[in-house]
């Protein structure tokens, strides 16, 4: 089947099979920020922007896309770039391998939670994300600084 989309700001076409799954569709078309940690639904690794809302690319086949906008981390470098920062800065990014999804999904929540999410507000939001090297404390002290950066002060419950 042909589908027409916009990838990462870019309208592309391609001929797909109908049961092709939107992970392996993007890391064939080159987006390799978009990995494949469980493919059930519960590690996040595989975060993509669909219309601008996070889904799992996982769990979304790439039919789906038909005339619809996919945003990875390749097409979110400069917001990533600052983001990772924090993260080297506190010492949160560890292995890797969990951080396009986290970085994706953090992007995606500074544009959606009001201008002072609560802490339960972003545990929330983030909770579909798995990272086996951390217990969670150093991601939560970087998005407190990062959206203090962003003039989003963080209220505690």
């Known amino acids: 089947m042909k589908i027409e989309y916009w990838l990462n700001g870019r309208k592309e076409q391609a001929e ?5 799954m939107l992970l392996d569709f993007l890391r064939d078309h080159g987006c390799y920020s978009v990995k494949c940690g469980c493919e059930t639904t519960a590690c996040g ?4 922007w669909l219309n601008e809302k996070p889904v799992l690319s996982c769990a979304v086949l790439a039919a789906r896309i038909d ?3 996919v945003t990875t981390l390749e097409g ?6 600052e983001f990772a920062q924090y993260m080297a800065s ?6 890797g391998y969990c951080n396009p999804g986290f970085v994706m999904n953090v992007l995606s929540m500074v ?4 201008d002072t999410p ?3 507000e972003i545990k929330e939001y ?6 086996r090297c951390t217990g969670y404390v150093s991601h939560m002290r970087v998005l407190r600084r990062y959206l203090a950066a962003k003039g989003k002060e963080v209220q505690d419950a």
């Open 16 to 20: 797909i099979d109908a049961g092709l």
């Open 45 to 48: 690794l595989c975060t993509v």
């Open 67 to 69: 005339g619809q906008h």
């Open 76 to 81: 979110l470098q400069d917001e990533a770039k």
């Open 90 to 95: 506190e010492g949160s990014d560890q292995c």
């Open 111 to 114: 544009r959606e939670l009001s």
């Open 118 to 120: 609560t802490e339960a």
């Open 126 to 131: 983030l909770a579909g994300n798995l990272c």
